[in-house]
């Protein structure tokens, strides 16, 4: 994979995840008999905005990660760019739907505190799981992976 086009993929993950994220919600009222409008204006503009950003975060955070690193691409780079692309976005991926589902499967009041402060915190963790997936790319770079970047 070419430097430029994997430098751009942290971007455009930055803005379409969210968009995932709004699209699980507004599946998630449709199948529980929620207003999708009513529950995004008003009191829960907040909260939906904070989702928005929660999402977001790690990609901007590679985003920037790939760029600096990326200035000069070595194939060790390139590979780490790619696994902590692919780290990041299999963790978010996991960590978002643990959340839908339990919000599909959950009966009765309340919330589950437990996912709702992994949410709050991923910011934190998901870059270790970036630096994680770098390191290792790099470590363990796949020849066949470098198409021509040396």
Same mark, same amino acid.
Request: overall charge positive.
């Given at each position: 994979?070419?430097? *430029?086009?994997?430098? *751009?993929?942290?971007?455009?993950?930055?803005?379409?995840?969210?968009?995932?994220?709004?699209?699980?919600?507004?599946?998630?009222?449709?199948?529980?008999?929620?207003?999708?409008?009513?529950?995004?204006?008003?009191?829960?503009?907040?909260?939906?905005?904070?989702?928005?950003?929660? !999402? !977001?975060?790690?990609?901007?955070?590679?985003?920037?990660? +790939?760029?600096?690193?990326? *200035? &000069?691409? +070595?194939?060790?780079?390139?590979?780490?760019? #790619?696994?902590?692309?692919? +780290?990041?976005?299999?963790?978010?991926?996991? #960590?978002?739907?643990?959340?839908?589902?339990?919000?599909?499967?959950?009966?009765?009041?309340?919330? &589950?505190?437990?996912?709702?402060?992994?949410?709050?915190?991923?910011?934190?963790?998901?870059?270790?799981?970036?630096?994680?997936?770098?390191?290792?790319? *790099?470590?363990?770079?796949?020849?066949?992976? &470098?198409?021509?970047? +040396?």
């Amino acid at each position: 994979m070419e430097a *430029k086009t994997l430098r *751009k993929i942290p971007w455009v993950l930055s803005v379409f995840y969210p968009l995932y994220v709004l699209v699980m919600e507004y599946i998630f009222c449709q199948c529980s008999s929620r207003s999708f409008y009513t529950s995004h204006v008003g009191e829960e503009l907040g909260p939906a905005l904070m989702r928005v950003i929660i !999402a !977001a975060l790690p990609f901007i955070t590679l985003g920037v990660f +790939s760029y600096s690193k990326l *200035k &000069n691409p +070595s194939s060790q780079n390139v590979n780490g760019i #790619l696994v902590a692309t692919l +780290s990041v976005l299999f963790t978010s991926i996991a #960590l978002w739907g643990c959340i839908f589902c339990d919000a599909f499967t959950r009966r009765g009041g309340g919330a &589950n505190i437990g996912l709702g402060i992994l949410l709050f915190l991923s910011p934190l963790y998901l870059p270790f799981f970036m630096l994680l997936g770098f390191f290792l790319g *790099k470590r363990y770079a796949c020849p066949a992976m &470098n198409n021509g970047v +040396s």
